[in-house]
């Protein structure tokens, strides 16, 4: 059984009905909404079909353009004054059951006046409404859509543009999730090739001072640093050091003692 009926008035605003019908049903699927010339197969009977579907959907869209309430009958009066007038028909059982009826307010027209309208359809008047222009098609379509959305579970459940909506959101923060991924591992690999050459491993934080490819004397500990001296001339002894870089260096020479041929 269909979800939502699209009710409309020959003679006025039929395309705009059309528009309704057909972008409702690609979102929720055909079956689910109701339009007299889509929806009754052939041989069926008109005025069943048309009574049963309103008396099983959930929501009545009544589609309403400047010429609504002004479309002549055969008879010449006008067509809502009509008691067999179907537009006023469903309308009516939609009232009388409770169901949910939205007014779609095509281009124009303007708010319902209740005085203009039959008794019998007068709480129509306090129904709260929505706008369907051309030139904002798209998004009134939209917010039609997503009001019909919230309001019925059941077209929340098969939503095609949530559900689009969803993947297109899922696959952003896939592709997001790539991107950071990339970048992480961009810049390891550039520490990687900027830490080499260093003095010991690094581990954890590189909350000190790296040394990278040092060129001359490093000192890693904590005290004065000590070069040895540059020495000139005959050195030909043993060079001695003691000590470490947190205090003096202390240095010793020993000259080789030669062997004397005349024992002196």
Same mark, same amino acid.
């Given at each position: 059984?269909?979800?939502?009926?699209?009710?409309?008035?020959?003679?006025?605003?039929?395309s705009?009905?059309?528009?309704?019908?057909?972008?409702?049903?690609?979102?929720?699927?055909?079956?689910?909404?109701?339009?007299?010339?889509?929806?009754?197969?052939?041989?069926?009977?008109?005025?069943?079909e048309?009574?049963? $579907?309103?008396?099983?959907c959930?929501?009545? *869209? &009544?589609v309403?353009?400047? @010429?609504?309430?002004?479309? +002549?009958? #055969?008879?010449?009066?006008?067509?809502?004054?009509?008691?067999q007038?179907?537009?006023?028909?469903?309308?009516?059982?939609?009232?009388?059951?409770?169901?949910?009826?939205?007014?779609?307010?095509?281009?124009?027209?303007?708010?319902?006046?209740?005085? $203009?309208?039959p008794?019998?359809?007068?709480? *129509? &008047?306090?129904?709260?409404? @929505?706008?369907?222009?051309? +030139?904002? #098609?798209?998004?009134?379509?939209?917010?039609?859509?997503?009001?019909?959305?919230?309001?019925?579970?059941?077209?929340?459940?098969?939503?095609?543009?949530?559900r689009?909506?969803?993947e297109?959101?899922e696959?952003?923060?896939r592709?997001k999730?790539?991107?950071?991924?990339?970048?992480?591992?961009?810049?390891?690999?550039?520490?990687?090739?900027?830490?080499?050459?260093?003095?010991?491993?690094?581990?954890?934080?590189?909350?000190?001072?790296?040394?990278?490819?040092?060129?001359?004397?490093?000192?890693?500990?904590?005290?004065?640093?000590?070069?040895a001296?540059?020495?000139?001339?005959?050195?030909?002894?043993?060079?001695?050091?003691?000590?470490?870089?947190?205090?003096?260096?202390?240095?010793?020479?020993?000259?080789?003692r030669?062997?004397?041929?005349?024992?002196?």
């Amino acid at each position: 059984m269909p979800n939502v009926f699209v009710n409309y008035r020959t003679g006025d605003e039929e395309s705009a009905a059309t528009m309704i019908a057909r972008e409702l049903a690609r979102r929720f699927g055909g079956e689910r909404i109701f339009f007299a010339s889509n929806s009754i197969e052939a041989g069926h009977r008109f005025p069943v079909e048309l009574i049963r $579907a309103v008396e099983g959907c959930e929501a009545l *869209l &009544a589609v309403i353009g400047p @010429r609504w309430a002004e479309v +002549r009958g #055969a008879d010449g009066r006008p067509a809502l004054e009509a008691e067999q007038d179907w537009t006023r028909r469903e309308i009516q059982i939609a009232l009388e059951r409770g169901i949910l009826v939205i007014p779609v307010l095509v281009g124009k027209a303007t708010r319902i006046d209740r005085a $203009a309208l039959p008794e019998d359809l007068r709480e *129509l &008047a306090d129904c709260q409404y @929505r706008r369907f222009d051309h +030139r904002n #098609a798209e998004s009134d379509m939209t917010a039609l859509g997503d009001a019909l959305a919230r309001l019925l579970p059941e077209l929340d459940k098969v939503d095609h543009d949530a559900r689009a909506a969803r993947e297109r959101a899922e696959k952003k923060s896939r592709k997001k999730s790539a991107q950071e991924a990339e970048r992480t591992r961009m810049r390891t690999r550039d520490v990687e090739q900027r830490v080499r050459g260093g003095i010991g491993n690094l581990n954890g934080d590189l909350s000190g001072t790296f040394v990278n490819e040092p060129q001359g004397p490093v000192n890693t500990g904590h005290g004065n640093q000590y070069n040895a001296p540059h020495f000139e001339g005959d050195n030909t002894g043993v060079q001695f050091t003691a000590g470490d870089n947190s205090g003096t260096v202390h240095q010793r020479f020993e000259r080789e003692r030669r062997n004397s041929d005349d024992g002196r």
